[in-house]
């Protein structure tokens, strides 16, 4: 198995939205971070790998295998984390435990209550007490307690504060130390990708405008700033984001050289960040 | 099966509406429901529990929030809806046992005599169960929940008119003249309409989007 994920031309139509045949690849081992706008098509894109939307068109494979075909054992070796809490609100963590479990071929009681300690989380909790960060490291605990070869996350860290972030983060790494396990994790917090990911995937309004290394999206793009004066309509058109004000202008490029060439020292270049080439893709 | 089981288990002590209504709806029965059969108060009770226990698990998991973690776990759609279907035996039995012991304790107090068990009951009321089911499961599959609680309500109503139809004039009601409870006719329709609704029910939720 050379591809522990592979999307290949996968459509899915909505009345008021289109998913247009995306493809991506993911090799185990690797965290690839799946990146774009409010309603670029992230959640619905995790939700077809997860047959929990039915695709109009297109290809996924798991662990080299159909995703249908093979859904029971597919979702045996996932484990996923939602954006909110769908757990049962009036059960404890231990109940709700206590029905998951009984699912995977591979639960691992003794991991789980690592994960809990690990947490500070109460296992006599009902679930609707805990708070929105506790809820995801629920989450997070029962997704890395049936050795799940391929972890998908959607939007894990959105709304939490800056320290669990940090420690899901280092959670995630440590899981990526084994070589045969991967982490696909939707997100809008860039800067989060920044400090793991291996992989960039980044969807616009249904399209893929890139999946690649993150190293090589951070060398390939970059922000040239510059005064007004050296702009015309042939140069605006070759930024693919560009921010006017009356002191000068600020804009993505992936045509550093270009630049270069023209403008020498007149305008000054800075390295993108994730977060840039984000904006600047969506808003032209 | 046995982890839906279990979970339908654990959710159902674990819902305080689904206890309370347990807890009130016998005693209630018995000071308002005047029959011309008491056994009839034994076969509605077991009906109607059986019958709300699986529309609220089925509910959870197919329609409700529960639906998302359900279908993330290693089971099937095509599965999911098999157990369900399968599970209002289990429902049943929980029901005739949960009936069973109330009542003995209502018939021990001396509050009033009742059936606590009745196997003619029982056996009307599996086909009864059955088919209420055949047409509540789809619905809530097909249709918006909204509509899917239009349906619900229409059929529960449906059967609760043919009680009170049934308790109040006896062997002149319209459902001992059309004979539903006369013959094996329920039961062979009821197994029919059942294995259509499962098999429905299947496609339909394997095309569903959640």
């Known amino acids: 198995m050379k591809y522990i994920l592979e999307v290949n031309q996968l459509k899915k139509e909505f009345k008021d939205f289109k998913l247009d045949s995306i493809s991506f690849k993911l090799e185990p081992g690797y965290i690839m971070g799946f990146i774009g706008p409010n309603g670029a098509g992230k959640s619905t894109t995790i939700k077809l790998i997860m047959n929990l939307l039915k695709k109009d068109g297109g290809e996924i494979k798991v662990f080299g295998k159909d995703h249908i075909k093979h859904e029971k054992e597919i979702k045996d070796r996932i484990g996923f984390v939602y954006d909110q809490n769908y757990y049962y609100e009036d059960l404890t963590i231990n109940q709700m435990r206590n029905i998951v479990a009984s699912f995977y071929s591979k639960w691992d009681d003794k991991q789980f209550n690592h994960y809990m300690s690990q947490f500070n989380l109460n296992p006599k909790s009902k679930i609707r007490t805990l708070s929105r960060g506790m809820k995801m490291k629920f989450s997070l605990a029962i997704a890395l307690s049936h050795h799940a070869d391929l972890i998908i996350m959607d939007e894990p860290t959105s709304g939490l504060d800056p320290v669990f972030r940090r420690e899901i983060l280092d959670i995630l790494y440590d899981i990526i130390q084994d070589e045969n396990k991967s982490i696909f994790f939707s997100t809008h917090i860039t800067t989060d990708l920044e400090k793991i990911a291996d992989y960039i995937t980044f969807i616009n309004d249904g399209k893929i405008v890139f999946s690649q290394s993150k190293d090589k999206i951070l060398e390939s793009y970059a922000i040239v700033k510059g005064g007004p004066e050296l702009l015309d309509d042939s140069t605006r058109k070759k930024f693919l984001g560009l921010r006017e004000t009356k002191f000068g202008f600020e804009g993505l490029t992936d045509d550093l050289d270009l630049f270069k060439r023209n403008f020498g020292d007149r305008v000054l270049i800075e390295r993108a960040s994730l977060e840039d080439i984000m904006v600047y893709s969506v808003r032209g | ?210």
């Open chain 2, 1 to 210: 099966m046995l982890a839906v089981l279990k979970k339908d288990l654990i959710l159902l002590i674990s819902n305080k509406r689904e206890l309370i209504f347990m807890l009130f709806y016998i005693p209630f029965l018995i000071f308002t429901v005047d029959s011309y059969d008491p056994k009839m108060l034994y076969f509605t009770i077991i009906v109607t529990f059986a019958y709300f226990t699986s529309l609220s698990s089925f509910y959870h998991d197919i329609d409700g929030k529960g639906k998302y973690i359900l279908n993330s776990l290693p089971i099937t759609a095509r599965r999911i809806v098999l157990y369900k279907y399968a599970s209002i035996f289990f429902h049943l039995v929980i029901s005739i046992v949960y009936a069973g012991i109330y009542l003995w304790i209502i018939n021990l107090a001396g509050i009033t005599i009742v059936d606590y068990f009745n196997i003619e009951m029982i056996f009307k009321a599996i086909p009864i169960v059955m088919l209420i089911i055949s047409i509540i499961f789809p619905a809530y599959i097909l249709f918006e929940p909204r509509i899917a609680q239009i349906i619900n309500m229409l059929v529960f109503l449906g059967f609760l008119i043919g009680m009170v139809n049934l308790g109040a004039l006896g062997e002149k009601s319209f459902i001992k003249m059309i004979g539903i409870f006369q013959g094996n006719s329920l039961t062979y329709l009821a197994i029919i309409m059942y294995l259509l609704s499962l098999l429905l029910s299947m496609v339909l939720y394997q095309k569903k989007d959640l």
